[in-house]
Structures are given as C-alpha cells and as structure tokens.
C-alpha cells in the first residue's frame, strides 16, 4: 500500500508531537519529583535539627514576675531550632551557673503546642541554691538545659475526666496539662484544686479564673491555709471530703497531685480506702537529696558490685555520687531522681528519696535511681549490655 506525501507529513507530524509530548511529561514529572524530594530532604534536614539528644544551651529572652516569688522564664533554643514535641507535666533539667554536676529541674508550664518557646516557672527559695541561681538571670542570659523529660503527663488518658490537685508551686505541671487541654478544644470535666497559704502565693490565678469562665467544663477552686482579707476565696485545706462535696462523680476521674507529701498522701489515703484504683493515681513529687536525712543509713560497711568490680560502700553519699567517687562514670542527667537517667536495675535493698523517675513498671523490675537511693544492704548491680 502506497503512502502520500500528504500521510508522510501528518504521521510525521504526530510523531514529533508525540515526542515533545513525552518529553515535556517526563520533565514536568522530574521537576516535581526533584521539588519532593528536595522538600523531603529539608523536613529530615529540619528534624535531625530539632532534635535535642544532649545538653544545650537555650536563651533567656524574657522574665515576668508571677507572684511575689515566682517568676516565669522564657527560653528559646540559642541555634533557633524549634523545641522538640513534649508531654504537658513534663521538666527540663538545668545545669546551675558552672558546675556540671550540679541538677536542678523544673516544670514546664508552656502549652504543649509551643515549639519556637517554652517556659518554666521557678519559685525563689530561700537557701535554695537552684532557684537562687535563676533569680539573679537577665534576659540575654545563657542557660543549659537537658532536654523535656518525666513520666508525669496525661496524654495516656483520651476522654477521661480529670482531677488535678495542687499545692503551692505543685500547681506548674498542672497548669501546663490544663491549657494544653483546654486549647485542644477537650471537652471531658476538668476539676482543679489549688492550695496556697495566702492569696498572694496563688500562680496563674487570674488567666485559671478566666479559662474556668470560658469553658463550662473546666472548674477551678483556690484554697488559702491562712487567714486572709481575701474574702471571696475558700479558706482552709484540701481534703477528701471537701473534694467529694464539690466533686461528686469525683470517682469517674483519673488523678494527678502535685505538691507536698502531707497533702498528696492524706489524699491518696483517702481516695484508696474508698474504693479508688491505684492505678488511677498519679503523683509528682520533686526531691532536694540534700534534705534527706541520712540517719536512715546504716554505718556498717556493705559491699557494692558495679560492672564486675566489687567496691566498699563506708561513706553517707548517694550509689551515684559513690560511684563517680570511685571513678566510674555512670549515667545521668538530672541528680534529684525526676529524669530517670540514672536508672539501673540493682539487687538488695535500698532507701530513694524519691522515685518520681520511675514507672511504677520499672520500680517492679527492680529498677532504683542511683542518684538519690541509698544501700540499706549489700548491692549487686546488673550488667548492661
């Protein structure tokens, strides 16, 4: 069969269309696969930035006074890297003025959602070499700081009313945990009870009076100890009866207290011997190891077995401390038993100051924070691979 030139011409011109057609896809379809790739790389670029893995500096760019003795730092990352993501209740860990080897952790009270930054508030103590420290700070001010850590936050529990209690500077995490439900547009009951001596020691009361107006479901009741010319504010203490009659399906709730031992204990005691689970009890407690009394330590040498090496424990000095004295260099971050870096399964019976660092999980396994446990007995601590 014959071809016309006039066929020639049109099956050559659909060819040449056909080609420039494909050629224009493929690089249309390059572009946009190079501009993915290129923007993939940025995100994994971003990320690997973001992340905080050891100590870092951060900047203090503003100060706000909260009460007469507390006061709200405002930190940004000094490499303007965003924070990392963390759980509202959570701590950053601070390295105070030179000495590594001096901890202090403090809670942060940022929304959850803040990434370019956080804040903490840290309340003046006096003696209190920690919060001393950050008193004397100006904006522009470097600080170190270990990144968000603790197992004290609420995210496990979807639509679970809550029931927070708090006590004096107890109420940091709390409130952390309480914006960052509230801007998340949660709407299960949200019963906070807050106990100060006086009225001027109540942090965040006003934007907390606001945000219970604000939103129906969120209620919040401010305690004073002491006598006060503040006559619209409860006078006296939290207690469970004083829970039940303002909470009465205080039972459906899960509970998270933060303050000091007297309340958080007497409440505890109350909740379980009415029929409260265990498991639905969470605590916070900060622990000064240089308040701890150290009568409780026996003065009989014992024997420790630390990475095969057995050593003689004849001091009244935390296992970790102990260790580093004896030149080891086991892990940690923090030093007041909070972060949980300084965990290690171990063998006997020891006295900790605190085991906020650990889960109750941990504690089962024999897991002890070394930082602030004592030996009570001969302890034999387990090899890591």
């Known amino acids: 069969m014959l071809i016309t030139s006039e066929e020639l011409i049109q099956a050559t011109f659909h060819f040449f269309l056909g080609t420039l057609s494909f050629f224009l896809i493929f690089f249309i379809l390059r572009a946009q696969g190079k501009k993915k ?35 709200i730092f405002h930190l940004k990352r000094k490499d303007e890297a965003q924070f990392p993501f963390f759980k509202a209740g959570q701590f950053l860990s601070f390295q105070i003025g030179n000495n590594p080897q001096l901890i202090r952790s403090y809670s942060l009270v940022s929304n959850s959602n803040q990434r370019n930054e956080i804040q903490i508030a840290v309340k003046k103590i006096p003696g209190g070499i920690g919060s001393q420290w950050f008193h004397s700070l100006h904006v522009g001010d470097l600080v170190l700081a270990y990144a968000p850590q603790g197992h004290f936050y609420d995210t496990q529990f979807a639509s679970q009313a809550r029931l927070y209690v708090a006590g004096g500077i107890g109420i940091t995490p709390l409130y952390s945990m309480i914006t960052s439900h509230l801007n998340h547009q949660a709407n299960f009951p949200i019963y906070l009870f807050y106990g100060v001596r006086t009225a001027q020691d109540l942090a965040f009361h006003v934007p907390l009076t606001h945000l219970a107006k604000e939103h ?45 031992e007297g309340l958080t204990h007497s409440l505890s005691d109350f ?58 260099n086991p892990p940690f971050a923090c030093r007041v038993g909070v972060c949980g870096s300084c965990k290690h399964k171990a063998l006997g019976q020891t006295l900790m100051a605190t085991t906020s660092g650990l889960t109750p999980q941990e504690q089962a396994q024999g897991y002890i924070l070394t930082c602030v446990a004592y030996p009570l007995s001969p302890i034999e601590f387990e090899e890591t691979t």
């Open 37 to 71: 790739f290129l923007k993939l790389n940025e995100l994994q670029t971003l990320r690997k930035k973001n992340l905080w893995h050891e100590k870092s500096p951060l900047i203090v760019t503003k100060i706000t006074r909260e009460t007469h003795n507390i006061n």
């Open 216 to 260: 129906f479901h969120f209620h919040y009741f401010p305690i004073l100890a002491d006598n006060d010319e503040n006559k619209e504010l409860t006078q006296g203490v939290i207690t469970g009866p004083f829970i039940q009659k303002l909470y009465p399906h205080w039972k459906e709730a899960v509970v998270f207290m933060c303050g000091p």
């Open 271 to 328: 909740f379980l011997k009415n029929g409260f689970p265990k498991d639905r009890i969470f605590l916070e407690k900060f622990s000064n190891p240089s308040t701890f009394n150290l009568e409780q330590i026996p003065d009989d040498p014992l024997p420790i077995l630390w990475e095969n090496q057995k050593l003689q424990y004849n001091t009244k000095v935390n296992l970790l401390t102990f260790l580093e004295q004896n030149g080891f």
